[in-house]
C-alpha cells in the first residue's frame, strides 16, 4: 500500500539533545513537508522540500534541521536550539507544487521533553 | 502577513443537527483553498476550492468559496459521531512550493 510513514509515534528529548524524526513515502511523490501542530495554533509550516537534494525553510525553520538525499525520505532534526520543541510533528507529500493534488499526510511524532 | 482564520475554535452539537463552518483569510496570491478532516492523527483531504460560488459536495458535507469576502465555508447536515474531528481549513497561495497556510482549526464535538 503506497503512504507516508512517520517514526517514532512518541519521542522524547532530553535537554541539549537533538532528536531525529523519520518521514519515509512510497508515493513518488517530488514534493515533501514538514508541520509542526500545537494546540490552539494549527499546523506551521517547518521545512519544505520540492525536489531531492533541495529544500527550503518555511515559517518557524530555527532550531531544526533538514535533508533530503533520497526522493522517498525527509527526516528532520530538531536541534538542541529549538527552545521549545514540544509539539506534534506531521510530514506530509504531494505529486507537484503547486500541490494540484491533496497533500498526503503522515500519522504524526509526539515529541515531549523530559 | 498572510493568516487564515477560522471559526469557531470549538463546537459541540447533537447527532442530527446541521454545522457550518467558517474559515476566512487574507493571503497574497491566492491559489486554492482546502479543507482537511483531523480524526486522530493524519489529516485527510476533504475540499480544494479554487473558483467562486461553486460549491462542492460530498455526501453529507459541501463547501463553498467566495473570492471577493475572502471566506469559506464548510457544512455537515445530518452530522454523526462520526464527524466528531478537528476541521482545518489552508490556503495555498502561488509561487511558494506548494506550501499551505492552515487556519487553527475547528474542534466538532458531536454527541448522540
Known amino acids: 500500500d503506497g503512504g507516508i510513514t512517520q517514526s517514532p509515534k512518541y519521542l522524547f528529548r532530553k535537554e541539549g539533545q537533538n532528536v531525529t524524526l523519520s518521514c519515509e513515502q512510497n508515493?513518488?511523490?517530488?514534493?515533501m513537508y514538514w508541520y509542526r501542530q500545537d494546540p490552539g495554533q494549527g499546523l506551521r509550516l517547518i521545512y519544505y522540500s520540492q525536489i531531492v537534494n533541495d529544500f527550503q525553510k518555511g515559517d518557524i525553520a530555527e532550531g531544526y534541521s533538514v535533508s533530503r538525499e533520497k526522493k522517498e525520505s525527509f527526516p528532520l532534526t530538531v536541534t538542541s536550539a529549538q527552545k521549545n520543541p514540544t509539539a506534534f510533528y506531521l510530514c506530509?507529500?504531494?505529486?507537484?507544487?503547486?500541490?494540484?493534488?491533496?497533500?498526503?499526510f503522515g500519522s504524526g511524532t509526539q515529541l515531549s521533553v523530559l | 502577513e498572510d493568516k487564515v482564520v477560522q471559526s469557531p475554535l470549538s463546537l459541540v452539537v447533537h447527532e442530527g443537527d446541521t454545522v457550518t463552518l467558517n474559515c476566512s483569510y487574507e493571503v497574497t496570491n491566492f491559489r486554492s483553498l482546502l479543507w482537511y478532516k483531523q480524526e486522530k492523527k493524519a489529516p485527510t483531504f476533504l475540499f480544494m476550492l479554487?473558483?467562486?460560488?461553486i460549491e462542492k459536495k460530498s455526501g453529507r458535507l459541501s463547501s463553498i468559496l467566495d473570492k471577493k469576502e475572502l471566506f469559506s465555508i464548510l457544512n455537515i447536515t445530518a452530522t454523526q459521531t462520526g464527524d466528531s474531528a478537528v476541521y482545518l481549513c489552508a490556503v495555498e497561495p502561488y509561487n511558494q512550493g506548494g506550501k499551505l497556510i492552515f487556519g487553527q482549526g475547528t474542534e466538532l464535538s458531536v454527541k448522540p
Open positions: 479554487t473558483s467562486s460560488g
Open positions: 506530509a507529500s504531494a505529486n507537484g507544487f503547486p500541490a494540484d493534488e491533496k497533500l498526503f
Open positions: 508515493l513518488n511523490h517530488d514534493a
